[in-house]
């Protein structure tokens, strides 16, 4: 079946324009999830949804940053204003649900702030 | 705090031997999960292979295997006969589930090259 789907695939904006990712986690997977890569880093986690309950959004490095998943399904994230330290890979994964299940892993947004 | 830590940032082997890549943890959860994750240069995150804290028996996936000892809060990955498909970097993850809410804290990445 389909795994995660992202778009777009690279995104290239300049310092102090709106941005959005898009993400489509796996049909039937209640839980998705956001992180950042930065280059040669590992990930960040930013925030995660589980089915109709308030996101944790404890990742978030700034108030600049937002999402939201619509009808428990496609989630954008929001980054507004941006900075050059921005710049990275987004990765968006979604789970069965709550509970140690594996995260399927969408293929990334690489953003570039110039 | 809960970290990950991956001492090898570079690591290489030749076609057909052994590498394991060592992985460190700190928490003081007594349920968790523990996941390796691959990513190729195509930055596709693929899992390798997870791990149950309160399983005893380490996890195995054909030729990739853990070392998992609790009590050391260590993870180590270990991967047979090595093939050119697996030069990626590989990621040693832990996954904290907290109040409803659950993310992994990945470390910083182990570079593998299998060389011909």
């Known amino acids: 079946g389909a795994g995660v789907s992202q778009s777009p695939s690279n995104k290239v904006t300049e310092k102090g324009k709106d941005v959005e990712l898009r993400c489509d986690p796996i049909?039937?997977?209640?839980?998705l999830y956001w992180y950042r890569q930065r280059l040669g880093q590992g990930l960040e986690f930013l925030i995660y949804?589980?089915?109709?309950?308030?996101?944790?959004k404890s990742g978030l490095p700034s108030d600049r940053f937002s999402a939201e998943r619509t009808g428990g399904s496609v989630s954008t994230l929001t980054i507004q204003r941006t900075q050059q330290e921005d710049s990275a890979v987004y990765l968006c994964?979604?789970?069965?649900?709550?509970?140690?299940?594996?995260?399927?892993f969408g293929p990334g947004t690489r953003l570039t702030v110039t | 705090a809960q970290t990950v830590t991956q001492s090898q940032p570079e690591m290489s082997v030749q076609e057909a031997e052994t590498v394991t890549l060592s992985c460190t943890y700190d928490?003081?959860?007594?349920?968790?999960?523990l996941f390796w994750y691959k990513q190729p240069p195509s930055r596709q995150m693929i899992l390798v292979i997870r791990?149950?804290?309160?399983?005893?028996q380490n996890a195995t996936e054909n030729r990739f295997s853990v070392n998992f000892q609790k009590a050391a809060k260590s993870f180590s990955l270990k991967i047979s006969d090595s093939q050119l498909g697996d030069t990626a970097m590989y990621f040693c993850?832990?996954?904290?589930?907290?109040?409803?809410?659950?993310?992994?804290?990945f470390g910083k990445g182990t570079k593998l090259t299998v060389n011909p």
């Open positions: 994964a979604s789970s069965f649900q709550y509970g140690g299940y594996e995260q399927y």
């Open positions: 049909s039937g997977h209640t839980a």
């Open positions: 949804f589980q089915g109709n309950s308030a996101p944790d």
């Open positions: 928490t003081s959860e007594n349920n968790y999960y």
């Open positions: 791990q149950e804290a309160y399983k005893q």
């Open positions: 993850a832990f996954m904290i589930s907290q109040g409803g809410s659950e993310k992994l804290v």
